[in-house]
């Protein structure tokens, strides 16, 4: 059974520094990984989509890496900002036509001004 | 402006009610799901549909039930069979078929038991 996993579960950083959101899964056989982004008692955003050919994607102050080999994947945010902060959530597709994707329980992020 | 709606954004149920929560997508989006949210932890998923008319269990369906009549609308019931309802709720919508998909959220339903 896949299980997504996030490590830390909570960040405070100031404002300036560079920092990554580690994202680990257990089996390697996914389709696509996507992270998010959700304020508190909202919906949440899709920040990146990385598909299981690729191995990165970028957007911005935002790049995300992929490693299926080892179950990994990174979202390396740089320069942070207070409105940065938020809780950060990564998410794989099963694939095989299922359309379901497994949410790790996501990094709550403090950026301190 | 397209996107998803869900009401209410707020909603409290007695004890041995059901209650339904609206989702309605303007995205043109094949598939749609529900994802219910504990405190602190992620999110799990509750059904989902590709297709009008038809729909599958996700991880957690005991106590809810959807219907899938119209592209656009993808309601859940919480019945009086689910025993701990109060959560987050979450409706969402995507394309389907080959390539990478992103998925959209609506802004969330909070349910509480009173």
């Known amino acids: 059974k896949q299980e997504v996993t996030q490590i830390p579960a909570a960040l405070s950083v100031p404002e300036g520094e560079n920092l990554v959101l580690n994202c680990s899964f257990t089996?390697?056989?996914?389709?696509?990984l996507q992270w998010f982004r959700q304020d508190p008692g909202k919906g949440l955003t899709s920040l990146l989509l990385?598909?299981?050919?690729?191995r990165e994607q970028t957007s911005g102050r935002l790049n995300a890496s992929l490693d299926k080999s080892s179950g990994r994947s990174t979202l390396y945010i740089a320069a942070s900002q207070p409105g940065d902060s938020a809780t950060y959530l990564c998410?794989?597709?099963?694939?095989?036509?299922?359309?379901?994707?497994?949410f790790g329980t996501g990094t709550r992020l403090k950026v301190l001004a | 402006d397209g996107g998803i709606t869900q009401s209410p954004k707020y909603l409290f149920r007695k004890e041995g009610q059901n209650v339904t929560l609206s989702c309605e997508q303007n995205?043109?989006?094949?598939?749609m799901y529900w994802y219910r949210q504990d405190p602190g932890q992620g999110l799990r998923l509750i059904y989902y549909?590709?297709?009008?008319?038809?729909?599958q269990k996700g991880d957690i369906a005991e106590g809810y039930s959807v219907s899938r009549e119209k592209k656009e609308s993808f309601p859940l019931t919480v019945t009086s069979a689910q025993k701990n309802p109060t959560a987050f709720y979450l409706c969402?919508?995507?394309?389907?078929?080959?390539?990478?998909?992103?998925?959209?959220f609506g802004e969330g339903s909070w349910l509480t038991v009173v």
């Open positions: 969402a919508s995507s394309w389907t078929g080959r390539g990478g998909y992103t998925i959209y």
């Open positions: 995205l043109n989006h094949d598939a």
């Open positions: 998410a794989v597709d099963l694939g095989s036509g299922t359309y379901k994707y497994i």
């Open positions: 089996d390697s056989a996914i389709y696509n």
């Open positions: 990385i598909q299981s050919s690729q």
């Open positions: 549909s590709q297709i009008v008319n038809d729909f």
